[in-house]
């Protein structure tokens, strides 16, 4: 079973109100671990249960990956393992929010077990590859056997997070992947070969699920992909953005981000 660990609700009113029994499930992206989400948890604490996650490869879970992840990783094996801990703790159904890979995992998750999905909150949400990280993917693709893991990974976050107020971001993402190994980043990297189809499922099929997704304005990779599909899913499915903002909106503007998805979790449920 993958790493986790559980902050309970610690409401500032002497009584617990509906929300603050429902639990909240925190997804973390690629190279990423559950440390990322250090600026939320208090925020969520005070009104949900909340659920920090490691994914498998990456933080306390990277000591499992000799025994346990020796099979070849898809999408739908992550979020069997997300299920597993949510089964194991008895969680019928949570709130999930996850930051750019991690919500990938969240929508695979919602179309397998959509009863276990309260509401996806999507942060720097990944829908289509533009043709940037196309390029991104190929060249990965190509030289993923011949250099350090770590190059690549520094050469991904520039191209997508370059500006100057993207640098936290930057480094936290690549201090986090210094952790990883060799070939546990060569086994994610191969999940970028079924991306494509599974991004356009997600794009063209709309969920019963409120949906709030959470990008920055600079986000130029993915947000203009997010802005079509909340055009098209306009039943269940809500945008916005934060201003002066990269990729990881929840390191690089965490107040608002904080404020933005509670006010949204209190005002739907």
Sequence with gaps: MIS???????PEETLLTQSENQ????????????SIWYKQIRAFQKHFNVLLLDLRGHGNSNQ?????????????SIANDVVEVIN???IESSHFVGISLGSIVIRQLAEMHPEKVKSMILGGAILKMNFRSQILMRLGNLF?????????????????????????????FINEAKKLY?????????????????????????????T????????????PAVKEVVKKHVKT???????????????????????????????KF
């Design 88 to 90: 194991h703790l008895k």
């Design 182 to 210: 060799q070939k546990e980043f060569i086994k994610w990297f191969k999940l970028t070969s079924e991306i494509n189809p599974i991004l356009r499922w997600f794009r063209q099929v709309e969920l019963d699920i409120p």
């Design 144 to 172: 993923k056997y011949i250099l350090p893991y770590l190059i690549l990974y520094k050469l991904f976050a520039f191209v997508i997070m370059p500006k100057k107020n993207h640098k936290k971001s930057r480094l936290l």
């Design 212 to 223: 709030l997704y959470v990008m920055g304005e600079e986000d130029y990779m993915f947000l």
């Design 237 to 267: 499915a809500e945008l916005f953005i934060i201003q002066n903002c990269g990729h990881v909106v929840n390191v690089e503007q965490p107040l608002i981000f904080n404020t933005a998805v509670v006010s949204f979790l209190k005002e």
């Design 23 to 34: 639990w909240v499930i925190f997804i973390h992206g690629a190279g990423g671990s559950s």
């Design 4 to 10: 986790y660990t559980i902050y309970q609700a610690e």
């Design 64 to 76: 499992q990956i000799k025994t346990a992840f020796k099979q070849k990783y898809t999408f739908k």
